[in-house]
């Protein structure tokens, strides 16, 4: 697994690899553009090449992107989703730029209308922008089902996947709050690996490319997105143990996105304390496997 955190680029893409370093990350998360405004962020070349060199001189494997929330692909406004769109190429297009490993986009939100419209139109916008891009892959995030999300279930998924056209380049991201959240309960390796065999029979376990670790401060099936820090929520350092631990998501990227002890997001500290979770989740696995034989 390759542990990390989301991280600022903030004076360039080449800073953001330094954050990661600092804070002994594997992989590291970022915005392509400011979270707040439509505005595109265009790199230049002479800020593409400061990033792969960046990332060649350092211990990270790994780059996602993550498109700003301000997109909802699955809006019944048509300037919206136009909007929406224009953002999601941007992304996909740094993606390629910066060779990451993937963007990471919330499918969109159904608000108060009906769930299989709002796929369809997700899907479709979603193909959109995969037919004007090339390269990056697109990971689709689990939701915690808050205000008509979609994505709060593996059916949904499914279905968003099937309704952008099931490119090659598709796959999932899967956050840990919002699994729980949505009523999966990943606390005990039991938990975890029930939930994720129910994905692969749903999805299929070769889309799943990216994981989020957030702890969760309110209860299963909450349906409320709330991170909590490492060990700090309801899931706890057993549950993250647990999560963490799951054979399956061996090799693939896994960034923090909690607000960190000084609420500036995740510190060297923390990350230190999931991987040590983690090689504790394993142990506890192997014990468990061998008292089975």
């Not at 019944?76 to 990451?100: F, I, K, P, Y």
């Not at 709002?118 to 808050?146: Q, S």
């Not at 299929?204 to 409320?224: K, P």
Request: charged share 25%.
């Amino acid at each position: 697994m390759l542990l990390g955190a989301h991280v600022s680029p903030a004076g360039g893409p080449a800073n953001a690899v330094a954050r990661g370093v600092e804070r002994g990350c594997d992989a590291i998360q970022i915005f392509n553009q400011s979270p707040r405004a439509w505005r595109p962020r265009v790199y230049s070349e002479e800020e593409i090449a400061e990033f792969r060199t960046a990332m060649a001189d350092s211990r990270l494997e790994a780059l996602l992107i993550h498109a700003v929330y301000l997109l909802n692909c699955a809006t019944e406004d048509r300037e919206m989703r136009d909007r929406s769109l224009t953002a999601l190429v941007a992304a996909l297009q740094s993606g390629e730029a910066l060779r990451a490993h993937a963007v990471v986009l919330h499918p969109g939100s159904a608000k108060t209308g009906e769930v299989g419209p709002a796929i369809e139109r997700a899907g479709a916008t979603i193909r959109e922008a995969l037919e004007r891009t090339e390269g990056c892959a697109l990971h689709l995030e689990n939701t915690a089902g808050t205000g008509g999300t979609l994505g709060r279930s593996f059916s949904e998924l499914a279905a968003l996947l099937e309704a952008a056209g099931g490119d090659d380049r598709l796959g999932v991201c899967l956050d840990s709050c919002h699994l729980y959240a949505s009523g999966f309960d990943v606390r005990t390796p039991a938990g975890a690996t029930k939930v994720i065999d129910d994905f692969a029979a749903e999805v299929g376990i070769e889309r799943l490319g990216s994981l989020h670790y957030n702890d969760s401060q309110t209860g299963l099936g909450s349906n409320r997105d709330r991170h909590a820090n490492v060990g700090e929520g309801e899931l706890g350092e057993k549950g993250c143990a647990a999560f963490l631990s799951e054979p399956r998501f061996d090799e693939l990227p896994c960034v923090l996105e909690t607000q960190g002890p000084d609420k500036s997001g995740p510190s060297a500290e923390e990350i230190a304390l999931a991987v040590k979770l983690r090689e504790r989740g394993r142990k506890a696995r192997a014990r468990s496997r061998s008292r089975t034989r």
